[in-house]
């Protein structure tokens, strides 16, 4: 909005609009504080409670125990790293399936675009975990899949379920609407008369991509990327349904430590180091991109 | 060259439509299997097609009880956090203020929060506080996350709308309530509805941040949790299918409602 037009807006009201937008965002910021910001304090303080006695049930008690970071950071490191790494193949592949096809509904798909677009979103529509189940029918040994890329020798388990690679591929699965839709976004945003142009300039199709198209959707690219890499690394369903043992991520240790085992300040130290790292990504991000882009 | 362009263009076209039939592969197995009789207990190969669990959906009563509990949690969600979200939209993209910046951080950041971060700080929180955990927990933890989505959502719709309509209104002096009832609020409604319909299906579906509040009680995705080790019922497919063609329906009748009523005006 231009500086002409919002004074057209705000002179004669200035009052009223002023105290407006702080009376809208009352509730939500007033939820988010409550059942945000709060229990994440209360998850670190939790994080240096000491046990009360041999017992779970026996309750904790508040003190400054920080020896529970460091245990729980030994003891699980290998989880941690495991939960990065899948999850950022997972990023980087969703990254290379998603951007052409969010290219393709930018600039080519003209009247297909919005059933696309309904396709995209469709599987949140069924049940998440009976998604990633009938992934389990897709991969398993007698099916299509293992089949073909067994008589290929390609597979050296002789099978994917049960594996990385599974847990991987489902991470990839659920997660790549996250990314289609904010490269979308930012690549629809992009004129085409700029593409022209750069074409009419004599510049070749791929310089065309690189200079023009490329940087242009690089918000898109960074918000994609968050959306998908830090629910996957947090998530534990994947790991549960279609890993194996040894494929355990960080969600998995947190999800057992606090509900089967209840040792709360362990998992919430777990829990906290790891908000803590998400935290500085997305520190980053808004370094890069300001908080304008954020929502 | 011709045929190089007609390549490139129609590479482009295939690999679409493959990540489309990607993307709905497990839905065709869902729905496949729902027609079948599973031989043991697990419905994870064909064995026989059979329309029996689609004839008797509430054969196992609890399915139909933690599929009812799921609405009854959705419909109150979708409400609470559709209003909450709306407001915090109008202000985000109607307003300059101090604290913008803030507002959308604070709304951003539930966004990019793992669930289990979201459940175990919730669950954190309930038991330091001694708040018994069950529906009334599920749902403050629910409308937690659906707000930012409901933000997300309507921003997109607010931020293409023309702020010259609003001007003209109250050039033609319209008072801003007025404004806001005839003109606004009427750009604003396709996409506050389909932020309710996505926080619908997020409530629905969610089973992270749901299972750390949920105490004893048992919405759709817990029993399916709970029944994948002894293996799935194919009612549970029934109803998957039932909801995701639904929604599809409900899609399409809005955009042809939309669809026509552009026609009518022009």
Known sequence: ?295 | MFIIKLIREKTLQVFSVLIIVYLMLPLAVIILLSFNKPKGRQNTSWNEFSLDAWTNICRDQTICRAFSTSIQIGLLVTIISTIIGTMISFALIRHRYRGRGTTSLLVFLPLATPEVILGASLLALFLNIFIPLGFWTILLAQITFTISFVVVVVNARLAGMDPKLEQAAMDLYATPLQTFRYITFPIALPGILAAALLSFSLSFDDFIVTTFNSGRIVTFPIYIWGAALRGIPPQVNVIASLMFLGSLLLILVASLISKNRRATKV
């Open chain 1, 1 to 295: 909005m231009s500086i002409a037009q919002e004074s057209i807006i705000t002179k004669p009201t200035r009052r009223r609009i002023k105290r407006t937008p702080y009376l809208l965002i009352l509730p939500g910021i007033g939820w988010l504080f409550l059942f945000f910001i709060f229990p994440l304090s209360t998850l670190f303080a939790t994080s240096l409670q000491k046990p009360a006695g041999i017992s779970p049930d026996d309750g904790f008690l508040p003190a400054f125990k920080v020896s529970n970071y460091s245990s729980a950071l030994v003891e699980y490191y290998p989880q941690f790293f495991r939960g990065f790494l899948y999850s950022g193949i997972a990023t980087v592949i969703c990254l290379l399936l998603a951007y052409p096809i969010a290219y393709y509904m930018a600039f080519r798909a003209r009247k297909y675009r919005n059933l696309m677009l309904v396709l995209i979103v469709a599987p949140f529509f069924a049940s998440f975990l009976l998604r990633t189940n009938a992934w389990k029918t897709i991969l398993s040994g007698d099916g299509i899949v293992v089949g073909f890329l067994n008589s290929f020798n390609l597979l050296p388990q002789d099978r994917i379920l049960n594996t990385s690679l599974a847990v991987v591929a489902g991470l990839t699965y659920n997660f790549l609407p996250f990314m289609i839709l904010p490269l979308y976004t930012s690549l629809e945003k992009i004129d085409p008369r700029l593409i022209e142009a750069a074409g009419d300039l004599y510049s070749p199709p791929s310089q065309r991509f690189w200079k023009v198209v490329w940087p242009l959707s690089i918000p898109g690219v960074i918000s994609g990327t968050l959306l998908t890499f830090i629910p996957a690394s947090g998530d534990y369903i994947n790991a549960e349904l279609l890993g194996s043992i040894k494929d355990k991520m960080i969600g998995n240790v947190i999800q057992s430590q606090f509900i089967d085992l209840r040792d709360y300040p362990t998992a919430s130290a777990l829990s906290f180091t790891f908000m803590a790292i998400i935290l500085v990504m997305i520190y980053l991000y808004i370094r890069r991109a300001g908080t304008d882009d954020l929502v």
